[in-house]
């Protein structure tokens, strides 16, 4: 991918920043469904500490990837619990640093106002051409949706409908220009201090789908790293947190 | 000739530094020569008269068709005219043999003689070439096969753009034969461009002078080479076409005589037997004048001839001289001392001694 | 070694490198027969616009492609008026996609083909009594063979390679959109490197042949 240039860059800028005052530069991997809260996060975290969080966004995968094959990041943010526990048992994490920073909502959208009802029946009637997801296989919202769309027995009704974003965010991206009529993203895309901030969305209960819990991890590159412990500690406390729920996840 | 039977071109194209706007009537028959240095709308005229100029406005009929009117907008399309248009490249298709290139044309013809091609091909000698692609052959058979290719068509009017000037010339003596059995076998009117006054002098049988995109003279040929008010540029090579006929073969001395209007000439004996027809072209550089029969002198070639008019010539030194002899033209260059010291007036009756003369043939 | 998937991904881009070239063909020709032959002052303009995805990102195409294709776009609605429905997940819109993309990459060798030949052979055949339809099959085509050749290798194999288009457009949707490039580069993210390797691998070997097939064409006019 073109875009590990610019990380590798950064890394390089940062190696040669850290040794020069106490404030640093740290390299943050961000799933992509928490891209928004993330972004508000980090501005606050360079106000309070001085520090520098450089994020990069993408599927979940497509970050375990790069990080086996020598990515520069400090600090992971997954969109599940199981990548970050697998490269704790690989050696690419700082042992005993996983903790999980959100709770993922999954929520059926639809750009269209009153498009979708919310009770879901708009899966059941099947009126609509195109209904997004990300992908199933790299992207745990993806394959969330498979297990809603399993549970409530349309799997195959729908599966030739299905059209899948490489990640979230693209799943997003098909829905929001309309080219997809609804799909399942996540309600940090769509929430907004607390509000559906267009369109119209059902929230798909609990029962559904497993909880997607999102787990964060420091990783080897960043054990040595103060900033990248600091930024950790700053996720967990009170104002990342007030700003993680505003956009829809459960802590 | 009737109105009917000829060609009426009124043509007028515009580039940046350069205008062509010309109005002439053409024969529908024998060769006209379009003569001219190069950029004086030869070729321009050609093609307009082709139809390929897209952008000339004027009119242009054809043997009573109108294949052009701008005014009332009529634009008859090249492929719609019944021409033949030999280039100055051969311009063979490089995918077809020369057999498929000489069907290319016959057959979007209907009504092509079918003796056509078996007439051009024997025509112009290319019948071992056939089964060839054009790049295997030489300069001189290309443009053989091209002349062969456009006579196919059987057109009603034959275009040539200079279809030797890219020649060396054994290639152009290869090739001149055959447009002389062209313009000895075909009855259709022919165009031919050339700024090579002996391809001029040998082929024509009428003359278009050009000069900077407009018309100096026009009409038959030796007329208008025997005219004095041509414009310098060609004067230089000023001189006039004899038409004569063998008469006789000195066996003794290796001397042919030819026989002509109002004289005859004697020169070095020629292959063509008693009675042929030659041309023979006499420069007027090569034309000196006496008052009375020189003798001893080793000039063979002494005719009367009766001054008609002078005109100047290309430098300030020279003068033209038009002469009478028994009813062909002659001119002759002298220096304007010469025409002094000789007293050369109109009406003078003076020998012309002509030095050489160039046989076209 | 290959699994069926993997296969239909192979017979989808076949079909859309086919279906594409083809209709580049049909496209392109009279885009460069005009662009070759033309004095007007929309030349330039034309020619940097068909020349514009040689140095566009894909993604920027893909992104405008999205939203002009899309419901609300202009090319949306009207497929939408014709009763076509939207363009975007399906084998029609990807062959739009992939024939705008790879459009330079057919325009451009024929137009220098034709370029190559001029207007002279035109006006032979027009004296020939050719019609300017018939003198451009009859002649133009079998001259610029070598063009057209040139053409439908390079127009097939940078639709083959494609990637970045179809994932923004494609939905990555078996049989319909999901291409060799997006399958590997799913394999990739699901860490199948296995599988990855033999699509890659075989992606590699076409493209060096293609290649290889292109410059030993070009080889032959040697400067020695």
């Known amino acids: 991918m073109k875009t590990q240039g ?95 920073y959100a709770i993922g909502t999954l929520v059926l959208w639809s750009a269209k106002p009153g498009f979708v009802d919310d009770q879901g029946a708009v899966l059941k009637k099947g009126e609509f051409q195109h209904l997004a997801i990300a992908n199933p296989k790299t992207a745990p919202y993806g394959a969330e949706a498979i297990k809603v769309l399993t549970r409530l027995s349309l799997l195959d009704a729908i599966q030739p409908k299905l059209v899948t974003g490489e990640n979230i965010s693209q799943a997003y991206q098909f829905i929001v220009t309309g080219n997809a009529e609804l799909g399942f993203v996540a309600l940090s895309q769509v929430m907004f201090d607390g509000k559906l901030s267009s369109g119209s969305a059902w929230i798909v209960p609990a029962d559904l789908h497993d909880p997607i819990r999102q787990d964060a991890v420091i990783l080897a590159k960043g054990k040595d790293q103060p900033a990248a412990k600091a930024l950790v500690e700053y996720i967990k406390g009170k104002k990342a947190t007030a700003i993680i729920q505003s956009y829809g996840y459960n802590l | 000739m009737t109105a009917d039977e000829a060609i009426h071109a009124r043509f007028c194209v515009s580039w940046p530094g350069f205008t062509f706007d010309v109005d002439l009537d053409l024969p529908g028959h024998g060769v006209t020569a379009l003569f001219g240095h190069s950029g004086s709308g030869k070729t321009t005229l050609l093609r307009c008269l082709a139809g390929l100029e897209r952008r000339s406005i004027g009119s242009l009929r054809f043997k009573g068709e109108v294949w ?18 030999v280039f100055q490249e051969a311009s063979l298709f490089a995918h077809l043999s020369v057999q498929q290139n000489l069907d290319y044309g016959r057959k979007r013809v209907s009504h092509a003689h079918p003796v056509s091609l078996q007439h051009a091909v024997e025509l112009l000698g290319i019948g071992h070439l056939l089964d060839r692609m054009p790049e295997r052959l030489s300069g001189g058979e290309r443009q053989r096969v091209a002349i062969a290719r456009a006579l196919a068509t059987s057109p009603a009017l034959l275009l040539m753009d200079e279809p030797l000037a890219a020649l060396d010339l054994k290639r152009k003596n290869e090739i001149l034969p055959y447009l002389e059995r062209l313009h000895d076998e075909l009855d259709i009117p022919v165009c031919y461009v050339s700024h090579s006054p002996d391809e001029v002098a040998r082929l024509a049988d009428h003359i278009v002078l050009l000069s900077e995109g407009r018309v100096v003279a026009a009409g038959g040929l030796r ?83 009766t001054v008609i008019e002078i005109a100047t010539a290309d430098t300030p030194a020279h003068v033209l001289v038009r002469l009478d002899a028994g009813g062909t033209p002659l001119i002759a260059r002298i220096t304007r001392r010469s025409l002094d010291h000789l007293e050369v007036a109109p009406g003078k009756l003076l020998w012309a001694q002509i030095k050489a003369v160039a046989l076209l043939a | 070694m290959l699994s069926a998937v993997d296969l239909a991904a192979i017979w989808l881009t076949l ?68 009763g076509w429905g939207i363009l975007p997940f399906t084998f029609a819109g990807l062959v739009v996609a992939s024939a705008l993309y790879s459009l330079p990459f057919v325009v451009q060798p024929l137009q220098q083909a034709f370029e190559a030949i001029g207007p002279r052979p035109l006006e032979v055949a027009a004296t020939l009594r050719a019609s300017p339809w018939d003198s451009f099959f009859t002649v133009v085509v079998p001259l610029a063979k070598p063009g057209f050749i040139t053409a439908a290798i390079l127009g097939f194999a940078h639709t083959v390679g494609e990637f970045g288009v ?58 020695t």
């Open chain 3, 166 to 223: 179809v994932l923004m457009i494609g939905g990555n949707i078996p049989e319909k959109t999901r291409v060799v490039s997006v399958q590997i580069y799913d394999h990739v993210e699901a860490l199948e490197y296995a599988e990855a390797h033999t699509l890659a691998g075989g992606m590699l070997l076409f493209s060096f042949l293609v290649l290889l097939a292109l410059y030993s064409r070009k080889g032959r006019n040697a400067w």
């Open chain 2, 68 to 85: 052009q009117d701008s005014e009332r907008g009529l634009f008859r399309p090249t492929h719609q005219r019944p021409l033949g248009y």
């Open chain 1, 6 to 100: 610019s990380p590798l860059l950064a890394g390089l800028l940062f190696a040669a920043t850290s040794m020069v005052g106490h404030t640093a530069e740290v390299q943050v991997a961000v799933a992509a469904n928490f891209t928004a809260p993330m972004q508000k996060i980090a501005a606050e975290f360079e106000k309070d500490t001085g520090h520098k969080a450089l994020l990069a966004f993408g599927a979940t995968g497509k970050f375990y990837a790069q990080i086996k094959n020598g990515a520069p990041f400090a600090v992971f943010l997954a969109a599940d619990e199981k990548t970050p526990a697998t490269l704790e048992s690989e050696g690419d994490a700082v042992p005993g640093s996983r903790f999980t």
């Open chain 2, 223 to 305: 007329e208008t080479l025997a005219r004095l008010d041509l414009p310098t540029a060609f004067t230089e090579d000023a001189g006039v076409v004899i038409e004569s006929v063998v008469a006789d073969h000195d066996q003794i001395y290796h001397l042919t005589r030819l026989d002509f209007a109002g004289g005859n000439v004697v020169v070095a004996r020629r292959p063509e037997p008693v009675g042929r027809r030659l041309r023979f072209r006499v420069h007027a550089r090569d034309i000196s004048l006496t008052l009375t029969r020189a003798e001893g002198t080793s000039i063979i070639n002494r005719l009367p001839a």
């Open chain 3, 15 to 82: 079909k859309l490198a086919t279906v594409t070239t083809a209709i580049l063909l049909i496209v392109g020709t009279p885009i460069a027969w005009w662009l070759a032959g033309t004095r007007s002052r929309f030349k330039v303009l034309i020619g940097a616009l068909v020349a514009l995805p040689l140095v566009l990102p894909p993604s920027v195409i893909g992104f405008y492609l999205l939203i002009t294709l899309g419901p609300h776009g202009p090319v949306g609605q009207l497929t939408q008026w014709l």
